[in-house]
């Protein structure tokens, strides 16, 4: 089984900024892609950013596009999400997802098998 746990979530004012952290444990893959996805209340699950295996390649939601950068330690078997100038309505629950096989991590949640449990960011107005 695959274990993955997010953290670095907590409140942050406008324009400021937070660093997430997802840490793989469990049984490994030779090759996966990971992502961070978020869930704001009410709302669908929406992609936020996905990264290729070796880290060369990396994709965003224009949403977030300039403002926050997504970057893994194979090594370490860790993804992280640098988010600066953040926004209101950057607040959601951000969940990281990993999937078998992707050399870069798809765009689309249900094509995902393996989820962390989240962690919240709320950004203050």
């Known amino acids: 089984q695959v274990q993955l746990v997010e953290s670095g979530g907590g409140l942050a004012q406008t324009g400021g900024s937070l660093r997430l952290s997802c840490a793989v444990s469990g049984r490994t893959f030779s090759v996966y892609g990971m992502a961070w996805f978020r869930q704001a209340p009410g709302k669908e699950r929406e992609f936020v950013a996905t990264?290729?295996?070796?880290?060369?390649?990396?994709y965003y939601a224009d949403s977030v596009k300039g403002r926050f950068t997504i970057s893994r330690d194979n090594a370490k078997n860790a993804v992280y999400l640098q988010m600066n100038s953040l926004k209101p309505e950057d607040t959601a629950v951000y969940y990281c997802?990993?999937?078998?096989?992707?050399?870069?991590?798809?765009?689309?949640?249900?094509?995902?098998?393996?989820w962390g449990q989240g962690t919240q960011v709320t950004v203050s107005s």
């Open positions: 997802a990993l999937e078998k096989g992707y050399v870069m991590g798809p765009l689309v949640a249900r094509e995902y098998d393996y």
């Open positions: 990264i290729s295996w070796t880290g060369s390649n990396t």
